[in-house]
C-alpha cells in the first residue's frame, strides 16, 4: 500500500504514451514501497513484471514492463532466484548477519522500445536478533468476544504461568485493535511470530455482525485482510486493509499463515465460498472452502488459489464445504484441522484434522491424510468450530504436548482441547479445570518469552478473568454427583447420527433395549422414527456410580432441522423494524442442506406486551429463542424477553419466556408466560430439555457475567392465571407459569446435552440472525410449519366428470376446475371452456367427449386504484341487475384529513372501476364539503376526513360506515377539520334509489350508544371512534370500529378494535355495550388495532384487521370466533399470532413501493362473477402515482386451518401447468 509520492520519474524520450506511463507508474511504485523505509528483518518481495507490483497506479501496459534486481551484497539479499529440490526460494531472500548491513538495490525497469530506467534503493538489514528466540514460558491468546459492535473489536490476554489453561485479561478484557477500514468488523484473529522471530503479524477477518447482521455475509462479503504487524506485541504498526480474495469468492473468513521454509515465504488461507459468475449468484457446489496465497511481506500476495475442499476429503458431504483451516508444524509434518460436515458417524459439523509433510499441497494431491475426525463431539463439545492449533511450550503445566482449542458456539465460547500424542488412534481431551477470559471468540494463541509477557503486563495491566469454577469444589462428593447427574440429560427426540453426550471428565458406558446404539452414536438408518430406552452409567472414582435411564425417539430419513432465531433490526425498508426483527423467526433445513427462513424470515412469535393502563400496552420482544420439546412431544420455545429497545426489561433479572405449539393448530404458538428461574443474576440465552429420565425439564441459561447457569423445572406447561389490574381479557388475568414448588435451585457449571447452535456458515443463509438454535424435527413436523409459515401452492387441477342429456350443455358450461394445494386445502375456480368443443358438444347425441379449458383467473391492474385507502368493492345486486361499487378515502398526497369528498364508482364489471380502465372517471361524490358544506343529522358540517367508508347492505338497505371529522373550534365551518374529532357515522340508499345520485342518500348520522351517548370509553370525555364495519352472525348484526381516548394532557390510549350488536332497522343505535375485541399486545401491532373487516367460513367468523401506523410498517393481522359463539365476548376470539399480510423488504438501495409492496392493510372482503372471495386493501404509495395510499385486489385462499391466505401469488394460486384442463363429458339420450 502506497505511504508517500515521490516525484514523477521523467518519460523516456519517443516512447509511446501508454508504455511510458507505465514505466512511469512502476518506478513511482518501487520507490514508494514501504518495506524499504524500516530495517528489513525477512524476505522481501522482488517482482519481475510491473503487475505484480502492490499499490502501483493501475495503468494499461504494466504486465510489459520488466524488473530486474542487482543487488550489492547478494548474502544479505540476495538478487536471483534459487532452486529449493522441486520448489524455488525466490529472489529477495535476507539472511541477518551480526550487525546491520547497509545494502543497495538497484531494480532496472524496462519496457520495448524503452531505455532502461534504474532505481536506487538503499536499505538496512538489521543484525540477527536474539529477541524472541529465548525460551517460551508464557502464551498471548488474541480473540474477539461476539456478534456485537464491541465484540467485534480485538482483545488480549496472556496466561498465568507456563500454562494453557489459566488467563489473565490485559486491559481489563477492554478492546486493544479495531477496524477502521471496511466493515469496521474484526472476527477470528491470528496472531503469528515471524520465521526469524523478532516480528509478529496480526490478521482478521473483516466482518460486522454487530452492524449489518449476517445477510450477505457469503456471497457479498468482504474481500479484504485486516493486517497488523509488531516488532514487540506491544506497539502495532498501522492498520493494512489488503484485498486477496478471487474475483468470484464471496467472503475472505478466518485467515491463518503458516511459514513454508522450502520457499521462504508465508502460505496464508482462508475460506470463501465460490461462485461460477462475478455477480455472485451461482454458487459452485462446493460450499465453503479453503483458499490459499503466498507472500513474503502481508503487503504483496500471490492470486489465490484452491487449497482444500469438502470434496477432497472422503466421506464430508461436498455442498456443506468447510471453513476455519489452522495448522500446526511438529517436526517435519504439518498437521491441518478444520471444519467440516460428516455424511455419517458425526451428528453435526465437526472438526477433522490431517498430516501431509509438505504445507502446499493441494486437497487433490492425496498427500493430506486424515487423523481424526469428529474431534469436538468425542471430546464432549459438539457443535464447534473454528479451531485453533498449537504445539505447547515445553514446561507447560497443563499437561499436553499439543492444542486446538475450538470455538463452541453453543454459548460456551472457546474450549481448549489437549493431547499428548497426534500418532495413531488420537485422542482429545476436554479438561476438567480451566480459566479462560470471559466470552472468548475464535482467536489464536501465541507462545511468547517470559520478558515478553512483562512487556504486555506492564502496557496493558493485568487483571483476574471472571471465575467460571463450579461450587462442586465445595460440595460433599455425595452432593457433586448429584449434581452431576441432574445436569445430564439425554434430548427426548435426536437425529441419527448423534453423539450421546457425558458430562465433562467422566466416562458413559451406554446400553439400549434396541439396535442403534453404536460407539456411543444413535443412529436410525430407516425412514420411520424408532424409540429407544437407553441407560447410561457413570463409574466415579472414588466408588459408586450415576444411572440414568432414558427414553429417546430416534428421527428417520425425512428427519429436517428447525432454527430458531430473532433478528438484528435494520429498518422498515427491509420489513425487519425492531418489532418485527425482536422475534422469534422459524428456519427449516437438512444436515445436508441450508436452512431456509419461513415466512419470508419474518417473525412467526411475538412476545404479548405488558397492559400497564387503560388502553396501554407496553410492547415486548424476544431475542435468543430456544426450540425444544415438551414432555408431549409438542414443540415449545423459550427465549428472554426484552423491551424494543432490545435493553433488559424487569423480567430479564430472573425470568424466561415460554412458548408452546398449539395443541388444536400445532403451527400456532401459545405464550404461556415468564418461567421465574429463582435466580437474581439475569437470564440471558435461555435453553430447555427434558429429561425423561428425571421426568423433570432442565433449564440452562447465562447469567450477566456470561456464568453458565442451570436449573430443574418439574413442569414447564403447568401456568397459573395472575390477576392483572389492567388485561381486558380472561377476567383481568394473563398466564405464568408456576415457579414456586415447580422452579428448583439455581446452579453453576454446563449442562452435559445435547444443544444444537446454528454455526456461521448456516447463520449465513439466515440474513441478520443473531444466535440462532436448531432443533431435529420430524418430517410431519416440518410439513405442519411449513404449511402455517411457508409458502402455500397449487399441485393439481381436476374437474369432475359429466353426464349430460343431448342437447343441454348447460352443466358442463358451468362446471368448475378443483384446485388442490400443498397444504391439503381445496378450492375450485371457473373454467372458460374451448367454444368449439362446446359447439360439438351440442351436436353430439352419444358418447364421451373431452372438452378442453383455461382456469378462468381475472388479472386485475396492479395498482387498482392511485390515492385510494381503506377501500371497499361492494357487489351490489338490486332488480335483476347487478353493479359493483367501490369506494375508499382520498389520500392524494397522504392528506386523507384534508379530503373534501366522499366519492363512489359504479360499473358493471369490477375490472370497469379499475383506474386503469377509466374507473376514475365514473367516481362521483356522493359529499363534498366545498361544494355542498355537508350536514349530518345531528346538525355538524363536515370539515374534512370522510376517513374509511364502507359499503353494506344493512337491513335490506345499502348503507355507508365512515368517519368524518369537524372543525372543532366551529362544528359549522367546512374548513380545518381535526382528526381528533373524527366519528363513525352511517347513510342509507333510499328504497329504490340510485347509489351514483348524491341526492338518494340520507344525511349521515352518528353511531351512538344505546343511550345516545358517542362511542367510547365514559371515563373519558373525548374519545374518536372510526373504521366501522357491519357484519351479521346468526342472524345478529353487529358493529365493529377502532375507538380511542384522547387525554388533555396524557398519553393518548392505544387504538383497540370494538364490537356491539346494532339492529338493522336502527343502523345509528347499538343494541349492547361496546366491549374491546382486538386489543393491539404484540410486537408487530404497534399498538394499533382498526380497519376491522369480518368474513364466515366454514361456520367461523373471521376479522382482518391493520396494525402500526399509516406507514411503510402498516400490518395485517386476524382474530377468529366460532360463529354461535358470545361475539361480544373478547375471550371468545382467537388471535392469529402472527400477520396474515405483510410488507415485501426491498432490496439494498432500491425504493420502489410499487414493485415491493409495503404497509399493506385496511382491507375488505367480497365476491367476483364466479364467487370467488376477492380481498381489496391498500399499500403505501409514496413515488407509485403521486404520493397517497393507493388499491390493490388479490384472491384469497384458505388454508386447511381455515386461515386466510391474503398474499398468494397467481402462479401459487393456479400452477401454469395446470391452467389448461380436461373435462370428459358423456352424452346419452333422454331416453337412456
Not at 478484557?173 to 503479524?201: N, Q, W, Y
Request: with cysteine; proline share 6%; aromatic share 8%.
Amino acid at each position: 500500500m502506497l505511504e508517500t509520492r515521490p516525484a514523477a520519474h521523467p518519460p523516456t524520450v519517443g516512447v509511446a504514451a501508454d508504455t511510458a506511463a507505465a514505466v512511469d507508474a512502476v518506478v513511482r511504485a518501487i520507490r514508494a514501497d514501504p518495506v524499504w523505509k524500516e530495517p528489513i528483518r525477512g524476505n522481501v518481495a522482488l517482482p519481475d513484471t510491473g503487475a505484480e507490483l502492490d499499490g502501483v497506479a493501475t495503468v494499461a501496459g504494466l504486465e510489459t514492463v520488466k524488473i530486474r534486481w542487482r543487488s550489492s551484497n547478494g548474502s544479505a539479499v540476495s538478487d536471483a532466484d534459487r532452486r529449493n529440490g522441486k520448489d524455488v526460494i525466490r529472489k529477495g531472500t535476507v539472511t541477518r548477519g551480526a550487525a546491520n548491513a547497509r545494502v543497495r538495490l538497484e531494480a532496472i525497469v524496462t519496457a520495448e522500445g524503452s531505455s532502461p530506467v534504474t532505481v536506487p534503493i538503499d536499505l538496512t538489514v538489521a543484525a540477527a536478533s536474539a529477541s524472541g528466540k529465548g525460551a517460551k514460558e508464557a502464551y498471548l491468546f488474541v480473540y474477539f468476544t461476539g456478534d456485537s459492535v464491541d465484540g467485534e473489536k480485538l482483545r488480549f490476554a496472556i496466561s498465568d504461568g507456563n500454562t494453557a489453561l489459566q488467563w489473565k485479561d490485559l486491559n481489563h478484557a477492554k478492546p486493544v485493535l479495531e477496524s477502521t477500514f471496511g466493515t469496521r468488523g474484526l472476527r477470528d484473529p491470528f496472531i503469528m511470530r515471524s520465521a526469524e522471530g523478532d516480528r509478529f503479524f496480526l490478521l482478521a477477518t473483516d466482518l460486522s455482525t454487530g452492524r449489518t447482521g449476517w445477510g450477505g455475509a457469503t456471497d457479498r462479503g468482504s474481500s479484504y485482510l485486516e493486517i497488523w504487524e509488531s516488532t514487540d506485541l506491544v506497539h502495532w504498526g498501522e492498520q493494512r486493509h489488503v484485498k486477496v480474495s478471487a474475483p468470484k469468492a464471496g467472503m475472505t473468513w478466518a485467515p491463518e499463515a503458516s511459514y513454508d521454509p522450502t520457499i521462504g515465504a508465508y502460505v496464508v488461507y482462508w475460506t470463501s465460498t465460490m461462485f461460477k459468475d462475478a455477480a455472485r449468484t451461482k454458487a459452485d457446489g462446493n460450499g465453503p472452502q479453503i483458499l490459499m496465497s503466498t507472500t513474503r511481506d502481508f503487503r504483496s500476495f500471490t492470486a489465490p488459489v484452491p487449497w482444500l475442499k469438502a470434496a477432497d476429503v472422503p466421506g464430508l458431504v461436498r455442498n456443506k464445504g468447510m471453513i476455519d483451516a489452522t495448522v500446526l508444524k511438529d517436526g517435519n509434518d504439518y498437521f491441518r484441522f478444520v471444519k467440516g460436515t460428516q455424511a455419517q458417524g458425526c451428528a453435526s459439523a465437526d472438526i477433522l484434522g490431517q498430516r501431509a509433510t509438505s504445507l502446499r499441497a493441494a486437497g487433490t494431491s492425496g498427500e493430506w491424510s486424515v487423523i481424526a475426525r469428529c474431534i469436538g463431539r468425542t471430546a464432549g463439545t459438539p457443535e464447534v468450530e473454528g479451531p485453533s492449533a498449537f504445539v505447547a511450550n515445553p514446561g507447560d503445566t497443563g499437561g499436553f504436548r499439543y492444542y486446538v482449542w475450538v470455538d463452541n458456539y453453543g454459548g460456551v465460547g472457546y474450549i481448549p482441547l489437549g493431547t499428548n500424542s497426534l500418532s495413531g488412534d488420537v485422542r482429545w481431551t476436554y479438561p476438567k479445570t480451566f480459566q479462560l477470559p470471559a466470552s472468548p471468540r475464535h482467536g489464536s494463541v501465541l507462545s511468547i518469552t517470559a520478558s515478553e509477557r512483562e512487556a504486555l503486563a506492564a502496557r496493558w495491566g493485568v487483571s483476574d478473568v471472571p471465575s467460571k469454577l463450579s461450587p462442586a469444589s465445595a460440595m460433599s462428593e455425595d452432593d457433586a454427583s448429584r449434581m452431576m447427574g441432574e445436569a445430564w440429560v439425554v434430548p427426548s427426540v435426536v437425529a441419527s447420527g448423534t453423539r450421546l453426550p457425558a458430562p465433562a471428565g467422566a466416562h458413559v458406558v451406554w446400553a439400549s433395549d434396541t439396535p442403534g446404539l453404536r460407539d456411543d452414536v444413535l443412529t436410525n438408518d430407516g425412514a420411520e422414527p424408532v424409540t429407544m430406552h437407553l441407560t447410561g452409567t457413570i463409574v466415579q472414582p472414588a466408588g459408586g456410580s450415576i444411572v440414568k435411564r432414558f427414553k429417546v425417539r430416534i428421527l428417520g430419513r425425512d428427519m429436517r432441522r428447525l432454527y430458531a432465531y430473532a433478528r438484528t433490526p435494520t429498518s422498515a425498508h427491509d420489513a425487519n423494524q425492531p418489532v418485527i426483527a425482536r422475534s422469534v423467526h422459524l428456519a427449516l433445513g437438512g444436515d445436508g442442506t441450508a436452512p431456509i427462513p419461513l415466512n419470508d424470515n419474518y417473525g412467526v412469535i411475538f412476545a404479548n406486551g405488558e397492559h400497564t393502563g387503560v388502553d396501554h400496552v407496553a410492547l415486548h420482544g424476544i431475542v435468543d429463542p430456544s426450540p425444544f420439546y415438551f414432555a408431549d412431544g409438542s414443540l415449545g420455545v423459550i427465549g428472554t424477553r426484552v423491551q424494543m429497545t432490545a435493553t433488559a426489561d424487569s423480567s430479564q433479572t430472573s425470568a424466561a419466556l415460554v412458548f408452546k405449539a398449539d395443541p388444536v393448530t400445532p403451527g400456532n404458538f401459545i405464550e404461556l408466560g415468564l418461567v421465574d428461574l429463582q435466580t437474581t443474576g439475569g437470564v440471558v440465552k435461555p435453553m430447555a430439555v427434558w429429561d425423561s429420565s428425571a421426568r423433570r425439564y432442565v433449564v440452562a441459561w447465562r447469567d450477566r457475567a456470561s456464568d453458565a447457569r442451570w436449573t430443574t423445572v418439574e413442569d414447564l406447561a403447568r401456568t397459573q392465571k395472575v390477576v392483572t389490574s389492567f388485561h381486558p381479557g380472561d377476567g383481568g388475568r394473563v398466564s405464568r407459569v408456576v415457579s414456586t414448588g415447580n422452579v428448583g435451585s439455581t446452579r453453576s457449571g454446563l449442562v452435559a446435552t445435547v444443544f444444537e447452535h446454528a454455526a456461521d456458515s448456516a447463520r449465513a443463509y439466515l440474513p441478520g440472525a443473531e444466535t440462532a438454535i436448531s432443533l431435529p424435527v420430524s418430517g410431519e413436523t416440518a410439513n405442519v410449519l411449513t404449511h402455517r409459515f411457508g409458502r402455500i401452492g397449487n399441485t393439481a387441477a381436476t374437474v369432475d366428470a359429466q353426464t349430460i342429456v343431448a342437447g343441454d350443455i348447460g352443466a358442463a358450461k358451468r362446471a368448475r376446475v378443483r384446485l388442490t394445494y400443498s397444504d391439503g386445502s381445496t378450492a375450485t375456480r371457473g373454467v372458460d371452456w374451448d367454444a368449439n368443443d362446446l359447439r360439438g358438444l351440442a351436436k353430439a347425441r352419444s358418447g364421451t367427449h373431452a372438452i378442453r379449458g383455461t382456469v378462468r383467473l381475472p388479472v386485475y391492474p396492479s395498482i387498482f386504484a392511485y390515492n385510494r385507502a381503506d377501500p371497499t368493492i361492494f357487489r351490489y345486486d338490486h332488480a335483476g341487475i347487478r353493479r359493483y361499487l367501490f369506494i375508499a378515502t382520498d389520500d392524494t398526497n397522504n392528506d386523507n384529513v384534508g379530503s373534501v369528498h366522499l366519492p363512489l364508482r359504479m360499473a358493471d364489471s369490477i375490472a370497469a372501476l379499475a383506474d386503469a380502465n377509466g374507473g376514475r372517471k365514473l367516481e362521483v361524490d356522493l359529499l363534498n364539503r366545498t361544494t355542498r358544506k355537508d350536514r349530518t343529522v345531528e346538525g355538524r358540517v363536515i370539515a374534512g376526513c370522510y376517513w374509511a367508508p364502507e359499503l353494506h347492505e344493512i337491513g335490506g338497505r345499502l348503507s355507508i360506515l365512515f368517519a368524518p371529522c369537524f372543525n372543532p373550534a366551529d362544528d359549522q365551518s367546512s374548513e380545518r377539520g381535526d382528526w381528533s374529532t373524527v366519528e363513525a357515522h352511517v347513510m342509507q340508499l333510499r328504497e329504490g334509489g340510485n347509489p351514483a345520485n348524491p341526492a338518494d342518500w340520507s344525511k349521515p348520522a352518528a353511531v351512538r350508544k344505546l343511550d345516545g351517548a358517542p362511542l367510547g370509553r365514559a371515563a373519558f370525555p373525548k374519545n374518536i371512534s372510526l373504521d366501522m364495519s357491519y357484519f351479521e352472525a346468526g342472524g345478529q348484526g353487529y358493529y365493529t370500529w377502532s375507538q380511542r381516548y384522547l387525554p388533555a394532557s396524557a398519553t393518548l390510549g392505544d387504538p383497540l378494535t370494538w364490537i356491539a350488536k346494532v339492529d338493522p332497522a336502527h343502523p345509528a343505535r347499538l343494541t349492547s355495550e361496546p366491549r374491546p375485541i382486538i386489543v393491539p399486545d404484540l410486537s408487530f401491532e404497534e399498538n394499533l388495532a382498526e380497519g376491522a373487516f369480518a368474513t364466515l367460513h366454514d361456520g367461523r367468523v373471521t376479522l382482518a384487521y391493520s396494525s402500526s401506523g399509516v406507514s411503510p410498517t402498516y400490518v395485517v393481522g386476524g382474530v377468529w370466533a366460532d360463529a354461535h359463539a358470545d361475539l361480544t365476548d373478547i375471550d371468545a376470539w382467537h388471535k392469529y399470532g402472527a400477520p396474515l399480510q405483510k410488507s415485501v423488504p426491498m432490496p439494498p438501495d432500491v425504493t420502489d413501493y410499487r414493485a415491493y409492496e409495503q404497509g399493506p392493510g385496511h382491507g375488505a372482503f367480497t365476491t367476483d362473477p364466479d364467487g370467488t372471495m376477492l380481498y381489496v386493501y391498500h399499500s403505501w404509495g409514496d413515488g407509485v402515482g403521486g404520493n397517497g395510499r393507493d388499491t390493490r385486489v388479490r384472491r384469497v385462499h384458505w388454508a386447511t386451518s381455515g386461515r386466510p391466505i391474503l398474499d398468494m401469488t397467481a402462479d401459487e394460486e393456479v400452477a401454469p401447468q395446470n391452467r389448461t384442463v380436461t373435462m370428459m363429458v358423456t352424452v346419452k339420450t333422454a331416453h337412456e
